[in-house]
C-alpha cells in the first residue's frame, strides 16, 4: 500500500516557474511508473505526464510538452512536476498517482492516488 501527498500548489503567477512534490510512504515505491494528472474547474481528471518506474520513459499530454518535466528519485520516494511558463489554462487541482506497470496516460492503470494540490495560475 502506498500513501501519496502531494505539495507544491497555490496561487502562482503566469509565466513562472513552480514545481509540484509528492512525498510517498509505504513499500514498493521505485517499483512503479507513476503520473501526474489534473482536473480543470468543470472538466474531467486528464493525464498530464507519466514515468517509468526507474525515470527511464517519460510521456507528457501535448498541451504541456516542453513546459512540464517529469522526474522522480527514488531514494527520496518522491515524484516532481517541474512547471515551466505557467498559463492560465493549467489551473486545475494535481493528483499523483502510482502502481502503474509503465509510463501509462490512462487513470485506470494506477492504484494509488494523492488527495491533490490545488494551483491557480494568476496573469
Known amino acids: 500500500q502506498l500513501q501519496l501527498v502531494e505539495s507544491g500548489g497555490g496561487l502562482l503567477q503566469a509565466g513562472g516557474s513552480p514545481r509540484l512534490s509528492c512525498a510517498a510512504s509505504?513499500?514498493?515505491?521505485?517499483?512503479?511508473?507513476m503520473a501526474w494528472f489534473r482536473q480543470a474547474p468543470g472538466k474531467d481528471r486528464g493525464f498530464v505526464a507519466a514515468?517509468?518506474?526507474?525515470?527511464?520513459?517519460?510521456n507528457y499530454a501535448d498541451s504541456v510538452k516542453g513546459r512540464f518535466t517529469i522526474s522522480r528519485d527514488n531514494a527520496k520516494k518522491t515524484l516532481y512536476l517541474q512547471m515551466n511558463n505557467l498559463k492560465s489554462e493549467d489551473t486545475a487541482v494535481y493528483y499523483c498517482?502510482?502502481?502503474?506497470?509503465?509510463?501509462?496516460?490512462?487513470?485506470?492503470?494506477?492504484?494509488?492516488w494523492g488527495q491533490g494540490t490545488q494551483v491557480t495560475v494568476s496573469s
Open positions: 498517482a502510482s502502481g502503474g506497470a509503465s509510463a501509462n496516460s490512462s487513470q485506470r492503470a494506477y492504484a494509488y
Open positions: 509505504g513499500l514498493a515505491f521505485s517499483t512503479y511508473a
Open positions: 514515468i517509468s518506474w526507474n525515470g527511464g520513459t517519460t
